[in-house]
């Protein structure tokens, strides 16, 4: 059960892992973005601040090359203005990107610890296995010293040719090994011997 939780796990691991991807991928988006616009606002401040130091330095001094730098002014104020709006827009709508990553890399984090306890089980499991089998293969080293050699070498060999299962019960006149009625008088001739 604990190996079947663990492959469930990794499933879940991958489209969390799938997610994120995806999340990041619409992150990163917004924020080059955002440096472009930020990059864009900086650039057009740069502009005005040297627009204003020729306006207001008196090297100009023509009214109309004044009122056109003055304009010229205002309206990048205004494109900076929408830029910054622009950025704004973006940083919304990364605050929610923001907490999906946060939730999916808490829930990585929450199935990290999960898959830590199922492997310990598993491990545990194993060992308790082993030592079982451990066991069991001295209890039958143990009875099959007590058999005729003849007896044991042809359960081996039986063992060995059908893949692990040497003998097999007869119950309700069939084999449990190989699931085959056998004939009455194959029955009764085993009843016989038994």
């Known amino acids: 059960a604990e190996r079947a939780a663990m492959a469930a796990l990794s499933a879940e691991q991958t489209n969390v892992g799938l997610a994120q991807g995806m999340v990041r991928i619409k992150r990163d988006e917004l924020s ?3 440096a472009r616009l930020d990059s864009e606002a900086d650039a057009l401040t740069v502009r005005v601040r040297q627009i ?4 207001y330095g008196g090297a ?12 010229e002014a205002d309206s990048l104020r205004a494109q ?3 830029l910054e709006d622009q950025m704004l827009v973006v940083m919304e709508e990364t605050e929610p990107l923001d907490a999906e990553l946060g939730e999916l890399e808490q829930r990585q984090m ?3 610890v999960e898959r830590g306890r199922l492997a310990a089980l598993v491990n545990s499991a194993e060992l308790a296995i082993e030592a079982e089998a451990v ?6 080293q143990e009875l099959a010293a007590g058999l005729p050699e003849v007896l044991a070498r042809r359960y081996e060999g039986l063992r060995v040719r059908l893949g692990g299962i040497g003998v097999a ?3 309700n006149g069939s084999c449990d090994g190989c699931h085959l009625a056998l004939p009455a008088a194959e029955r009764e001739r085993l009843r016989h011997l038994g």
């Not at 204003?52 to 306006?55: I, P, V």
């Not at 066991?135 to 039958?140: G, P, V």
């Open 169 to 171: 019960r007869v119950h």
């Open 80 to 82: 900076r203005a929408k």
């Open 32 to 34: 080059e973005r955002q």
């Open 60 to 71: 100009v001094s023509a009214p109309r090359e004044l009122a056109a730098m003055a304009a």
């Open 52 to 55: 204003e130091g020729r306006l």
């Open 135 to 140: 066991t069991e293969r001295s209890a039958r």
């Open 110 to 112: 929450e199935m990290e």
